[in-house]
């Protein structure tokens, strides 16, 4: 392997760890809002809750799915 590959093959690693270390910030996230809810601490703001039932169908299902997987 040339210096020039090496210098590549090191940014193609560092590009693919940036977005390995995203996409488990996102789930990670994802998680920890998932438990908020399921454990009440989190509570929808005034506005979201003017929005209508969307919302909240779309939290009791995120809820019913974690609740079968665990």
């Known amino acids: 392997m040339t210096k020039e590959e090496k210098i590549k093959k090191i940014e193609s690693l560092r ?9 488990v910030d996102y789930f990670n996230a994802l998680q920890l809002a998932l438990k908020l809810v399921l454990n009440g601490s989190y509570f929808l703001p005034p506005i979201l809750k003017r929005i209508g039932g969307e919302i909240k169908e779309h939290l009791q299902q995120a809820t019913s799915y974690y609740i079968t997987i665990t």
């Open 15 to 23: 590009k693919q760890a940036t977005e390995l270390k995203k996409e």
